[in-house]
């Protein structure tokens, strides 16, 4: 019995050190894959949507000390409501809205805001210093107004 323990121990070990010191095999090589884009459909949308943070808006200043300019279509958020709460812009136009609300004690003040576009379309939740955009691209007039702090409204009119 001895005998037969040791050669079947012995095969066992053969099996685990062949199996071990086999040669690696090398990755496959990685081919990119080429995917077509459908084509844009004739009628335009009536807005797109780009939500970003405050830090990498393209136009304008994301620095807290230099405000942007009304000029660059952004509407800032804060306690004391939308600033401007109404703007016009030309057909094609990013409107941005960015937080700019904070608090010291958010038990007593939420400094969080979502933005509803009446009829059209809700924001995602924006924290401090979070910011959400639409591309406006038929005329008329738009109202707003933050479902969070209901009290808050204003109105895009796109000429």
């Not at 937080?99 to 509803?116: E, F, G, K, V």
């Not at 959400?132 to 007039?141: A, H, K, M, P, Q």
Request: aromatic share 6%; net charge neutral.
């Amino acid at each position: 019995m001895n005998k037969s323990v040791v050669i079947f121990t012995i095969a066992v070990l053969l099996v685990l050190v062949c199996g071990c010191t086999q040669p690696a095999q090398a990755p496959a090589a990685l081919t990119p894959a080429i995917t077509s884009v459908p084509s844009p459909a004739t009628t335009p949308p009536l807005a797109t949507v780009v939500a970003t943070p405050h830090a990498i808006l393209t136009t304008g200043s994301v620095s807290p000390t230099i405000r942007n300019s009304v000029s660059d279509n952004t509407i800032r958020i804060n306690k004391k409501g939308f600033e401007p709460a109404s703007i016009t812009v030309q057909v094609g136009s990013t409107v941005r809205w960015v937080n700019d609300d904070s608090t010291l004690d958010p038990q007593l003040y939420n400094p969080t805001h979502r933005i509803a576009l009446v009829n059209i379309e809700n924001s995602p939740l924006l924290s401090a210093g979070q910011g959400w955009s639409r591309i406006f691209t038929e005329r008329g007039s738009y109202d707003y107004n933050d479902m969070i702090h209901t009290t808050m409204t204003g109105t895009v009119i796109v000429v």
